[in-house]
């Protein structure tokens, strides 16, 4: 089955710098990577989502890559605020298969 | 729109007793997939259902089971619950169409098992 992974596991960023998270992944035949943002006492909330045809694409401070060759996908949030404090995961799936495989999660903690 | 519900949000539970946990899909998904986020990892798939059957399947033993009705709601049953089965149970709802693979994710119901 589908392996991914997350590095690192907790990222401190200052205010207003940007963070970055970088994912890996091992099925070929995965076709979309989402990443969710869940805070404390809460279910996942998708914050962006990519699929395999598109190389990039962003929502507003939020961007995603996804290099297919090397495997590996990466969530870029620019101007980082307090609120952006959060575990971060990223997942992947083959399309129409709605069953996600997720990465451990990456602790962003956004110092003020 | 409600969005993807889930009940009960906590829930204590016996080592050995059964525990039934039940989901709301968001308005017009028809599917229901069920995952366990252990406290430090990341969710792990257990089942989905389509069309009140289920469809997949993840590693998980016999124990857990559920059911979609028509409604699209469906339930999550754990028997003979152990301790190692305290986690947080997450819902989400998705629609079965080819290119439209984007899942929502409810609360979660925290199990504890004592």
């Known amino acids: 089955g589908e392996n991914v992974e997350q590095h690192p596991s907790t990222l401190s960023v200052q205010e207003g710098d940007s963070a970055v998270i970088k994912c890996t992944y091992s099925?070929?035949?995965?076709?979309?990577f989402p990443w969710y943002k869940q805070e404390l006492g809460k279910g996942p909330q998708l914050i962006i989502d990519?699929?395999?045809?598109?190389g990039e694409k962003k929502d507003q401070r939020i961007a995603v890559t996804l290099n297919k060759t090397a495997k590996h996908f990466s969530l870029h949030i620019t101007e980082t605020q307090p609120e952006d404090s959060a575990v971060y995961f990223c997942?992947?799936?083959?399309?129409?298969?709605?069953?996600?495989?997720f990465g451990k999660g990456n602790q962003v903690v956004v110092i003020p | 729109d409600a969005g993807v519900t889930q009940s009960p949000t906590h829930l204590i539970k016996t080592r050995g007793q059964q525990v039934t946990l039940r989901c709301s899909p968001k308005?017009?998904?028809?599917?229901v997939s069920w995952y366990q986020q252990a406290l430090g990892q990341g969710p792990q798939f257990i089942f989905q259902?389509?069309?009140?059957?289920?469809?997949q399947r993840g590693n998980f033993p016999d124990r857990f089971s559920g059911h979609q009705f028509p409604n699209y709601s469906s339930e999550l049953n754990v028997n003979a619950l152990l301790l190692g089965d305290s986690a947080l149970y997450l819902c989400?709802?998705?629609?079965?169409?080819?290119?439209?693979?984007?899942?929502?994710f409810g609360q979660g119901t925290r199990l504890t098992v004592v």
């Open positions: 990519i699929r395999s045809n598109v």
């Open positions: 989400a709802s998705s629609l079965m169409m080819e290119m439209n693979t984007e899942a929502f």
């Open positions: 099925d070929s035949a995965s076709n979309y």
């Open positions: 259902y389509y069309e009140e059957e289920e469809r």
């Open positions: 997942a992947a799936s083959r399309q129409g298969n709605n069953r996600l495989a």
């Open positions: 308005s017009g998904h028809d599917t």
